[in-house]
């Protein structure tokens, strides 16, 4: 029953999400996937009817470069989280004493609750200076010789220290989740890897990650939906860059969350109210990703029971 309304309440959104961008979805086409421009234009201008929507002149609007830069910035999160979280798992549930885990376990969950705008806060006074002063230039020296890691003098002109970054928030939720599992493993399987002469790493390598894949992914489904939909930490870090693409990894870009919320403000002053319904859409279109990203996963889940059970 509670599944239930659940599932209702996210089709319930996505409805009206479509129902109010729809006059953005008629004037803005297929094109606002694929074009990288979002002007709101003249708007001291007389609104003109373009396609039966009134709008201001010359207002386009494509979100190529926030697909492209939430999609980047989620896939740098899940790098980085999903080692440290896995690490941070293991750590908590098979190198801590047991009086000692819960008290740490406990502080690990406490950064999930931490509000993200700290977390944005931190990352632009203390993580970035950090990156661009240290990590960046070592980046640059060993790996520039990768496109995406190469960073040219042309370049630099164009690149802030307000970089993209990972973040970091996803690394609690994958923790947790993880730990719990481990911990739920049966003694048996333990004893019975040691018993057979297995080392500690490899009976946790061999024995107990394999029993936990399905809740490994299950938690990467979560921790990809939270990076994902991610604001205010991304808003104060990533540059909040419009209308170009990334070149590399150093480039500041804007996620569609990050940007919703930068533009609210300014789209409200658009007469047309045009603005605000393609701002709806980019929320439409970061809601279909998020359902995308979480089908494909149940898909991965749905094949891994299956080989589990024929194993």
């Given at each position: 029953?509670?599944?239930s309304?659940?599932?209702?309440?996210l089709?319930?959104?996505?409805?009206?999400?479509?129902?109010?961008?729809?006059p953005?979805?008629?004037?803005?086409g297929l094109?606002?996937?694929?074009l990288?421009?979002?002007?709101?234009?003249?708007t001291?201008?007389?609104?003109?009817?373009?396609?039966?929507?009134?709008?201001?002149?010359?207002?386009?609007?494509?979100?190529l470069?926030?697909?492209?830069?939430?999609?980047l910035?989620?896939?740098?999160?899940?790098a980085?989280?999903?080692p440290?979280?896995?690490?941070?798992?293991?750590?908590l549930?098979?190198?801590?004493?047991?009086q000692l885990?819960s008290?740490?376990?406990?502080?690990?969950?406490?950064?999930a609750?931490?509000?993200?705008?700290?977390?944005?806060?931190?990352?632009y006074v203390v993580?970035?200076?950090?990156?661009?002063h240290?990590?960046?230039?070592?980046?640059?020296?060993?790996?520039g010789?990768v496109p995406?890691?190469?960073?040219?003098?042309?370049?630099?002109?164009?690149t802030s220290?307000?970089?993209s970054?990972?973040n970091?928030?996803?690394?609690?939720?994958?923790?947790?989740?993880?730990?719990?599992?481990?911990?739920?493993?049966p003694?048996?399987?333990?004893?019975?890897?040691?018993?057979?002469?297995?080392?500690r790493?490899e009976?946790?390598?061999q024995?107990?990650?394999?029993g936990v894949?399905?809740?490994?992914i299950?938690s990467?489904?979560?921790?990809?939906?939270?990076?994902?939909g991610?604001?205010?930490?991304?808003?104060?870090?990533?540059?909040?860059?419009l209308?170009y693409?990334?070149?590399?990894?150093?480039t500041p870009i804007?996620?569609?969350?990050a940007?919703?919320?930068?533009?609210l403000?300014?789209?409200?002053?658009?007469?047309?109210?045009?603005?605000?319904?393609?701002?709806a859409?980019?929320?439409l279109?970061?809601?279909?990703?998020?359902?995308a990203?979480?089908s494909?996963?149940?898909?991965?889940?749905?094949y891994?029971?299956?080989?589990?059970?024929a194993?």
């Open positions: 029953m509670l599944g309304l659940v599932a209702g309440s089709i319930l959104i996505v409805i009206f999400l479509l129902i109010y961008a729809w953005a979805v008629r004037f803005n094109h606002f996937l694929t990288n421009n979002w002007d709101m234009g003249n001291y201008g007389n609104p003109i009817t373009v396609r039966g929507q009134q709008v201001l002149p010359g207002a386009r609007y494509g979100i470069f926030l697909i492209a830069g939430t999609l910035s989620t896939l740098i999160a899940l980085i989280a999903v440290v979280g896995v690490g941070a798992a293991l750590f549930a098979e190198g801590v004493p047991p885990r008290w740490l376990s406990f502080f690990v969950e406490l950064l609750a931490i509000p993200s705008v700290v977390y944005g806060l931190w990352g993580v970035i200076p950090f990156l661009g240290h990590v960046f230039p070592f980046m640059v020296r060993w790996f010789f995406f890691f190469n960073w040219s003098g042309r370049q630099r002109l164009r220290y307000h970089q970054g990972a970091l928030m996803i690394v609690p939720l994958i923790t947790a989740t993880l730990r719990d599992a481990l911990v739920a493993q003694l048996t399987l333990r004893e019975a890897a040691i018993g057979l002469g297995a080392s790493f009976t946790l390598r024995v107990l990650l394999p894949q399905r809740v490994l299950g990467g489904i979560l921790a990809t939906g939270r990076a994902l991610e604001t205010m930490a991304v808003l104060m870090v990533s540059g909040n860059a209308n693409l990334p070149g590399n990894i150093y804007s996620t569609m969350g940007f919703i919320v930068s533009q403000d300014s789209a409200l002053e658009d007469p047309t109210g045009m603005a605000v319904k393609s701002l859409e980019v929320a279109a970061l809601c279909l990703i998020s359902v990203v979480n494909l996963a149940r898909v991965l889940l749905y891994e029971g299956r080989r589990s059970k194993a």
